[in-house]
């Protein structure tokens, strides 16, 4: 796994796609899949699929494919999906709750743990059975409930103040739904999560 820290990217970010199709197939019973037919389905290269997979590994038997089973398991170790990971919401709107609801259905060991806001109306009320704390709770809660990850749901004008105390907390990695770029420490990953500039993507390719 020495190898991961030289991977690109756009790699990592194909290999949620390759775990969403292959436990597709496991959930059909299929036992092995080529990097044709992955290929084919996801509309990738499958020549792209091998070198993004042999990138960490020698998963794949030349004449017989991929071990279903196995590459899932291989890849959710590479994802860190095979350990708990606690993550941490800020941001207790209607996306905060649309978000928080959807935790009941996460099959993987992603779970948000905690629900920050600042809105003194809104704390002790709970969400998905979650209880809305303060911010002034929020670097106790990361320690104690060894959150690694956090979700920023809040305005724009107060994104950059949350991601500040999240980093100050110890998160490693933000996933940001607030329209907004964020000023961060280099050792801190950030993650957009943009609506509008997807939608707008979209709409090029309108006739």
């Known amino acids: 796994m020495a190898k991961a820290e030289k991977i690109s990217e756009a790699v990592v970010r194909r290999l ?15 036992t092995t ?11 990738i290269n499958p020549a792209q699929i091998r070198k993004d997979l042999a990138a960490f590994g020698d998963f794949g038997k030349k004449g017989i494919g991929y071990d279903v089973n196995y590459l899932i398991e291989k890849i959710r ?9 606690h993550v941490a919401l800020v941001g207790a709107g209607h996306l905060g709750h649309a978000i928080s609801n959807y935790n ?4 993987d060991n992603m779970r948000i743990v ?3 806001d600042a809105d003194k109306r809104k704390i002790g009320k709970k969400i998905a059975g979650i209880p809305i704390q303060p ?9 104690e409930k060894q959150i690694r ?4 749901t809040v305005p724009a004008h107060a994104a950059q103040e ?3 105390q999240l980093i100050h907390a110890g998160i490693e990695g933000i996933l940001n739904f607030a329209p907004v770029t964020l000023r961060t420490d280099k050792n801190v990953r950030i993650d957009y999560a943009d609506v509008t500039s997807s939608l707008q993507s979209l709409a090029y390719y309108l006739n």
């Not at 949620?16 to 299929?30: A, D, E, G, K, S």
């Open 149 to 152: 990850l956090a979700i920023i």
């Open 16 to 30: 949620p796609i390759y775990l969403r199709y292959l436990t597709h197939l496991q959930q059909l019973n299929v």
């Open 135 to 143: 911010l002034s709770e929020l670097k106790s809660t990361v320690a």
């Open 33 to 43: 899949v080529s990097s044709q037919q992955m290929g084919k389905t996801l509309d």
């Open 77 to 85: 170790q590479i994802l860190k999906l095979d350990q708990v990971i």
């Open 162 to 164: 949350v991601a500040d």
């Open 114 to 116: 905690a629900i920050f």
């Open 104 to 107: 009941a259905y996460l099959k």
